[in-house]
Structure formats: C-alpha cells, structure tokens
C-alpha cells in the first residue's frame, strides 16, 4: 500500500504540517540564521522584531496581552512551569489542588512531582481526585463539594485528549473564592476551536503548537497578569529577566522571566506561520468541520456489534464533537484492531493515551480517532465500513 493510500486519523497526537509551516522552518535554517536577542545587527533585530510580532499575534489568538504570553519547549513544559513557578513559590502547607486523574499525564504528573518536591521541603500540599461524567466532562458539582478554603488550584483538561469533550468550570462562576487559580490544558482546543482565556476565566493555560500545524519542540504558557507577581524564575540563566542582588535572584519583568536561554526559534516562526494559516481557514469553519465527522463517525460506528464508546460525545443529548472518539471492539485488543486498521491504510491512536498508568489497566486500552479539517466524510465512511467488517471476523 502507497503512503498516499494512508488514511490519517491521529491529529490529536500530532497534526499534518501546512506548507507555509514547513517553509518557515526551511527557511530559517537557510537564510540569515540567528540568534533572537542577543545582537545588534539586522539578522538579530529582524528576528527578536518577528517574534515579537509572532508574540502579540498569539496573544491576540487567546484573548490575552502580549505580556502574558510565555514560549515554552510544549504544553508539559509550560504546565510544569506552572508546577514549580507558581506552585513552588505560593504553595503552604496543608494547601489543596484539585485535578482529574484521567486527564492527560502531563496535567497529572507535574502536580505529583510539585507534591514531592514541597515535601521535601517540609511542606505537605493534597492533590484532590475529581470525577469525570459519562459525556467525558469533568463533574462540575464534584468539584464544587471538593472545593475547601485550602484550594488554591483547579487544573482541566479544556478538551479531554481521549473522551473528546469540553469542560469551561463555566457552572462554577460565582460560587468558587476567585483568588483560586484556575488552569487550563488546551493542548486539543487549541487550533481546533476558538480559545479565549477571559470566557475560561483562567489563570494559566498551555497550548502545544506541533497539534495546532506547527512544529514539534514548541508550546505557549498563558500567564494572567494578576498572578505575575507570584512567579518566581522557572529557567533562570541567559536571557532571562532575572538580576543577582544582595547574593539572590531577584524577578524581572514578564514574559521574559519564564524564558530562559535560547528560544526555539525556528519552531517559534512555524507557530507564527501555523496561526496565520488558521486565521486563513477560520477557527469557527474548522470546530464545524470536525463536529461534523464525529457525527458521521459515531453514526457509522453505533451500529457495528461489539463497538463500545469511551465517554464523549456518543453519549451528549445533542449533536455535538470536536473531533474525537475514543471505542472498543469485542473479540480484539485495541492494540491488535489498530495494527490492522493500519494494515487497511487507516492510521489510529491505540493503548491508554498518556492517561497515567496507575489510572487506567490493559483492559480499558481504546482506539482512538482524532480528525481535523484535513480529513474527509468519505474517509469516515470507509473507515466505519472497515471496522464493521472487523467485527464480522471477531464478533
């Protein structure tokens, strides 16, 4: 089978790179390669000027100023420099975060780390499990009874890289002290749906550019502007906003406080390039598109025997989708139904999806199906076709 055959169904690992994405990479690496920030002559100040542009072209994209946006290496980075930034510096003992153990391991795992860490320092914090309901929502009213006045985080996952489904907290406006930081992993919605961090009302928020068109290697961290004088500097050394007074670090200003070192320069000018293509096709034509094929994909999928959902939109009283279904097929392994979907040309997610090991067992491995405007009706109609007659061989 020719590679131009394949069928790609993995956006939510990673989506397919536009050209305009690739030439800006290329042309980096081509053309007048520099350092940002760091000379005077026009190759340097051209660049440190793009990103800059590039800055406040993100910021526009989230809804937010220019000086609340942060480039990281990736969503982990920037929800880890959430951890030890903000965590380290404002965490007492006794002090609570709230969190759904089934999200992503990077909104898992960074917590537990901060965990370890501040116990190491004689301080004690409690990670608080939320449910999830049966739409792949986080359960706002389990989260309102687990609210105390030691909260001082509540992290989500914005769309659940596995469920397909979207959790705002909106429910929870008015009811929560607002000084609990709210914080957002918007690896999924970001390129997919419009993101505005004011309608999230959030704290914090990451997106990862590679699952938004973009290139590996680079993510964006959204800071509020009221938290800023709680950070403290997550990479200090060069570059950084940090100056050594009387024998200690003293905190410059943001964004730069956060980026220490050599930015990703190439991988920043993609980002740039990626929003620019987004801006082209329109957020709103892309969210329509993708709900579109996940209503084609459920449909075709509902009646093949053994097909099972994950929670999401399969389960939603209403037509609804942001391009991801997560199903299970009797009588085959996710793992061995992959291997032969891919053999068939259609390329899928399968196993727990980074949803930590301690939460999830082999058995509840799932095949996941993550669309984006790249994909077809016609290729969901085929893939389901596929799968249906799967399940007459294992059924």
Known sequence: MSETS????????????????????????????????????????????RIEAIRERTAEFLGAAPDEVVFTGGSTAGLNAVALSWGLTN?????????????????????????????????????VPYRVTDLGEADVEDVAARITPRTRLITAGHLHHVFGALTTLEELRGRIDPSIALCFDCSQSGGHLPVKVEELDADFAVLSAHKMFGAPGTGVLYCRRRRHGELAPFLPGGNSAVSLGDSRLLAGPMPQLLEGGTQNIPGILALGAALDVLDE??????????????????????????????PGPAYAPCETGYGI????????????????????GFLVRT???????????????????STHIYNTFDEIDRFT??????????C
Not at 9 to 35: C, F, M, W
């Open 6 to 49: 394949h069928v790609y169904l993995d956006s939510a690992s990673t989506t397919q790179k536009p050209l305009p994405v690739i030439g800006a990479v290329h042309r980096y690496h081509s053309e007048r390669t520099a350092n940002a920030g760091r000379g005077t002559y026009p190759w340097a100040s051209s660049l440190t000027r």
């Open 351 to 369: 196993g727990a999806h980074c949803v930590p090991a301690h939460v999830v067992s082999m058995d509840e491995d799932s095949v996941r199906v």
């Open 385 to 394: 076709e596929c799968v249906a007659t799967i399940a007459e061989e294992v």
């Open 281 to 310: 096709l329109g957020l709103d034509t892309i969210a329509a598109h993708n709900r579109a094929l996940t209503q084609r994909l459920i449909t075709g999928l509902r009646p093949i025997p053994g097909v099972e959902f994950l």
């Open 325 to 344: 279904v997560s199903f299970t097929l009797a009588g085959i392994s996710a793992t061995d139904l992959g291997f032969v979907l891919s053999e068939l």
């Open 91 to 127: 965490l007492r003992d006794g002090d609570e975060i709230l969190y759904s153990p089934r999200d992503h391991a990077s909104n898992v795992y960074p917590w537990h780390h901060l965990r370890q860490l501040l116990g190491g320092f004689g301080r004690s914090i409690r990670l």
